[in-house]
DNA sequence: GGAAACATACCGGCTGGTCGGTATCTTCGC
DNA sequence: GCGAAGATACCGACCAGCCGGTATGTTTCC
């Protein structure tokens, strides 16, 4: 009588929050290691195992999701950042270096939020001005320890860094980056 | 008997080599002022005054279009470091400071060939792997003067400050650009 | 039973691309 | 010099496919 779903995700035991975070992680994924272009309602709910109209169901529109996705990275980047500042007694250049320290991520696996954040910071000009607020703050409220020009250039540098690790993306990486993250970490406690 | 013309270009002189060079310009700003997104074949063709087909009968595919449009830029920006090296009279971080000044720009105006090549690098991976080529080659040229970790850094630095550009784009630039650049350049010279 | 969590079907719009035609340019015989 | 003839430059209509979005149905949860 009825055409056979070609999900089953309708059957199975209903997790809302589950599926809305796969969805963003998905979103993510997409994001980073397929590019910009690939970012399609229609890919990311088939990664998350739903159609088109569960996902949008969970996200009124396109535009909700890239805002979501956007602002959950951010939270996560915000939190790093706290975290490693919190472990630093150094006051001066502190919050550049838990800046590095949190784009650059050595020791971490997996992508780099801030790769999802930029990419999503290119397309829309709501996300761009977001991304810009959210720096300006944090720069407005470090700026004692942190408003020397040299440590800004060394913030621009770590942006420089994984502006390169979104261009190569074959997991060579050129250069030593531990080596690198020293002299950055060394930069910001001269003078 | 047939449906009068919509554009004049059918009857207007032919000028291949400059109808081709517009579509190249246009293309380069709507990529930088409208965006990636906005980069459609029709934009673009609009923008030169010529129809969709015009175009296609220049460029045989969007892929063409955009790899015509990289290898322009990246011939002017080559063009531009090779003039501005051979203008610096100190060997050491000779091609850093001119990748700096290239990029940077303070005193040019207009949008600089470095966005739309970016821009577009993050679209296509052939086009990721041309820039990459491109980098190698010029840093493996200039390994000897260039090889150091801290010159690495400075170009890193160089690459964070126009992606700034690409998102603020506002045209108010937060932080004084010309001592940056000075910032910038010193770096190359020490030790 | 009602609301939430999905699936399914479908639409309009836009995209890159094709195709056949027309206008202009260039070449070349004379 | 000039006119035919082929090549080149470009137009305009059309197409298939995909995209985001909507409307409506069906299942599960409380």
Redesign the pocket.
């Known amino acids: 009588m ?19 975070q796969k969805l963003l992680d998905c979103a993510a994924q997409i994001l980073v290691d397929r590019g910009l272009a ?6 990311v ?1 088939e990664a998350a ?10 996200f ?4 909700k999701l890239t805002e979501a996705l956007f602002a959950e990275q951010l939270r996560i980047l915000d939190g790093e950042i706290d975290a490693a500042m919190s472990a630093d007694p150094v006051a001066h250049g502190r919050f550049t270096r838990a800046y590095v320290r949190s784009t650059l991520r050595v020791e971490q696996t997996g992508p780099c939020p801030c790769a999802a954040l930029s990419v999503s910071t290119l397309i829309d000009p709501a996300l761009r001005q977001a991304w810009g607020d959210w720096y300006k703050e944090r720069l407005n409220r470090h700026r004692e320890t942190d408003g020397d020009l040299a440590l800004q250039l060394v913030r621009y540098a770590a942006d420089g860094v994984w502006l390169e690790d979104l261009m190569a993306q074959d997991g060579e990486s050129p250069i030593d980056r531990q080596a690198l993250l020293s002299k950055m970490i060394d930069l910001t406690r001269k003078r």
């Open positions: 009825f055409p056979a779903p070609v999900s089953l995700a309708n059957q199975r035991k209903k997790e809302p929050d589950v599926v809305r690939n970012l399609t309602v229609q890919a709910a195992g739903v159609t088109k109209g569960g996902l949008l169901h969970h009124a529109s396109k535009q």
